[in-house]
């Protein structure tokens, strides 16, 4: 029994200088580390002071916006056009609602790039959506490449813009910032696309995209002339129109159509 009575205290023994051990490490440590715990906390003591000087400070109050690319602005229209108040905090200004403010009430412009510029000053810098056609409704209204209407519309045509013959009127009504989404419009979108980049016809002006009826697309050139391209193989039939064309020349006084849908050109005279 004494042999046994001997371990115990052993492990008694040895294991009471694990809290001691573990006491001086963590005496080290903090002695280490207490100049950066303090530093630290200088830090954001500094910082907290900052951002409460700014947020409660006049020095940081919103008293002017600048608009840029859209021509001259008095400043009660700048802050009307993106709905801010004098006197708002810089500071905690949301701009990405005022980005997006400025895209509700204005969806002709295609990009809006809001910053804020320190002490007291709004910048807003605008891309306006560029006018790539003009459709026949009741009035002649403008729509960029992805079919979204434009504000500018007019009785008669707008000049050098083609114009899209027989587009249904959207149901939502012809509203700023609604996209025409009819599958004829679109088309015909693309095949003006498309005529531009081939630069088939670059020595004239395409007039006109006819498509009341969807099945055969007319093109008008230089207001008279007139392509019949059907209503698809568009790529290959521009293919054909830029081969006639190195060896007929588009005069609308002596040609009044050229048809492009069959295997052989048909070129009518006038």
């Known amino acids: 029994m004494a042999r046994w009575s001997k371990s115990p205290r052993k492990r008694s023994g040895a294991d ?3 809290p001691v051990r573990l006491v001086n490490l963590s005496r080290k440590f903090l002695i280490v580390s207490l ?7 200088l830090v954001g003591i500094l910082f ?9 400070s006049s020095t940081f109050e919103l008293t002017e916006v600048k608009i840029l690319n859209i021509g001259t602005l008095t400043s009660d229209q700048a802050f009307g056009f993106c709905e801010l108040r ?4 810089l500071i905690t200004l949301d701009l990405v609602n005022v980005q997006e ?7 002709e412009f295609k990009e809006v790039c ?9 910048e807003i810098l605008l891309r306006r959506r560029t006018p790539a056609a003009q459709v026949a ?5 403008q729509i960029d490449k992805d079919l979204i209407l434009l504000p500018a519309s007019s009785p008669a045509p707008f000049k050098n813009l083609t114009v899209i013959q027989g587009s249904p009127k959207p149901a939502a009504g012809l509203y700023v910032g609604e996209a025409v989404s009819d599958r004829a419009t679109k088309k015909a ?6 005529v531009k980049r081939s630069r088939v016809l670059q020595k004239h002006l395409l007039t006109k995209v006819d498509i009341t009826d969807p099945n055969n697309i007319n093109l008008f050139v230089d207001s008279e002339m007139e392509i019949r391209i059907g209503g698809n193989h568009f790529t290959e039939r521009l293919k054909v129109l830029d081969q006639t064309l190195r060896s007929v020349v588009l005069d609308p006084s002596k040609i009044r159509y050229i048809d492009l849908r069959f295997d052989d050109v048909v070129i009518g005279p006038r």
Not at 114 to 122: A, K, S, Y
């Open 101 to 107: 403010v400025i895209k509700r009430k204005h969806p």
């Open 189 to 194: 979108m693309w095949l003006i696309e498309m």
């Open 48 to 56: 907290g002071g900052v951002i409460a000087y700014a947020v409660n």
């Open 86 to 89: 004098r006197g708002e905090n």
């Open 35 to 41: 100049p950066y715990v303090l530093s630290l906390s």
């Open 16 to 18: 009471s200088k694990f």
């Open 137 to 141: 409704f009741s009035r002649y209204v």
């Open 114 to 122: 809001v910053r804020r510029v320190l002490p007291n000053r709004i």
